[in-house]
């Protein structure tokens, strides 16, 4: 059973940083670990994900260059640090796992199996 707990969310300035973590279990057959986030009101968006056993990295227009994801040496814990935070970065970021996603369904919450409870950003001006 995959679980995951993501954690480092809180509240900071615009122009501050952050830096997430999703500590995860029975994951070892994932394709890949995103994270996506969801503002009030809107729909869960996509934020970057990691190809789970060649590590290759994808973001989101919205935050290349400010936000960088990656995975510690035993691959149970990803991280997401975000850089040069916005007003428009305020949402509730999940971290989940899909087991049989492929790269062209990588940003698409659909493809992704497992989702861990979210942890609240919010940035203020």
């Known amino acids: 059973q995959v679980q995951l707990v993501e954690s480092g969310g809180g509240s900071v300035q615009a122009g501050g940083a952050l830096k997430l973590s999703c500590a995860a279990s029975?994951?070892?057959?994932?394709?890949?670990i995103g994270w996506f986030r969801q503002a009030p009101g809107k729909e869960r968006e996509f934020v970057a994900t990691i190809r789970w056993s060649g590590g290759n990295t994808y973001y989101a227009d919205s935050v290349k260059g400010r936000f960088t994801i990656s995975r510690d040496n035993a691959k149970t814990t990803v991280y997401l640090q975000m850089s040069s935070l916005k007003p428009e970065d305020t949402a509730v970021y999940y971290c989940?796992?899909?087991?049989?996603?492929?790269?062209?369904?990588?940003?698409?919450?659909?493809?992704?199996?497992?989702w861990g409870q979210g942890t609240q950003v919010t940035v203020s001006s």
């Open positions: 029975g994951h070892g057959g994932a394709r890949f």
């Open positions: 989940a796992v899909g087991l049989r996603t492929i790269l062209s369904e990588a940003s698409n919450p659909r493809g992704y199996n497992y």
